[in-house]
């Protein structure tokens, strides 16, 4: 079925380890992103790509860095993991402005 | 800057009765507006949106939303709860006059719950 595919969709990390969460499209949308959801806080935007071969910060980067590998694949890494860490994390892609987002299911991560 | 907020963490109802999710909203710009469904360890299901067309949208599963730009509300209705609604709904806020991308800002999220 057409949409976004995330992996893992579990992880349990140590504090100070490092992962990539990966995410891909099949729809050719051009922007992709990436949320954590926390409870109570809906979902805020940590990185989006407008486009391939850009990236821009949201509203919490810090402790991540992202990779438009090419159109169809958006990576969310983190270097050094923390407890504050601990979230679900989403990636979404949507085709142009206004037509509201596509997401995938989800990678619910710990951070022990 | 733009934001959204739910005006009820949780709501509940009774089978079969009315539902009514109360979504107020701030924009710079003319917004676009949308509704998410999130049914349990799933991801979020797009429910309807508001792009400046009709102020009264219709969405899947019998759910609809009215645009009152007067009062900044985007309330989100249903005229007969099912067992099935029961999830987190999450109202959004899309400003239209942004430049970069298509960044949406999301509420806090309501969580219905649907007795027998």
């Known amino acids: 079925n057409a949409g976004v595919t995330q992996t893992p969709k579990f992880q349990v990390l140590k504090t100070g380890q490092s992962m990539t969460l990966q995410c891909a499209q099949d729809?050719?949308?051009?922007?992709m992103y990436w949320y954590r959801q926390d409870p109570g806080m809906g979902l805020r935007l940590i990185y989006y790509s407008a486009s391939e071969g850009t990236t821009d910060k949201g509203e919490v980067p810090n402790g991540y860095n992202v990779s438009r590998l090419n159109k169809r694949e958006f990576s969310l890494r983190l270097e050094s993991a923390a407890p504050s860490q601990t979230s679900v994390y989403f990636c979404?892609?949507?085709?142009?402005?206004?037509?509201?987002?596509?997401f995938g299911s989800g990678t619910r991560l710990t951070v022990v | 800057a733009q934001s959204v907020t739910q005006l009820d963490s949780h709501v509940s109802v009774s089978e079969g009765t009315p539902v009514l999710l109360r979504c107020n909203y701030s924009s710079s710009y003319s917004p676009s507006l949308f509704w998410y469904v999130q049914h349990p360890n799933k991801g979020l299901q797009l429910l309807l949106k508001y792009t400046s067309a009709a102020t009264l949208v219709k969405g899947i599963n019998g759910f609809e939303a009215e645009f009152k730009k007067s009062e900044t509300s985007f309330h989100l209705t249903k005229p007969s709860a099912h067992m099935s609604d029961a999830a987190e709904y999450f109202c959004?806020?899309?400003?239209?006059?942004?430049?970069?991308?298509?960044?949406?800002?999301f509420g806090g999220g309501t969580r219905l719950m649907v007795k027998p």
């Open positions: 729809m050719n949308h051009n922007s």
């Open positions: 979404a892609s949507s085709e142009r402005r206004n037509y509201g987002y596509t």
């Open positions: 959004v806020v899309s400003d239209r006059g942004r430049n970069a991308g298509n960044m949406l800002t």
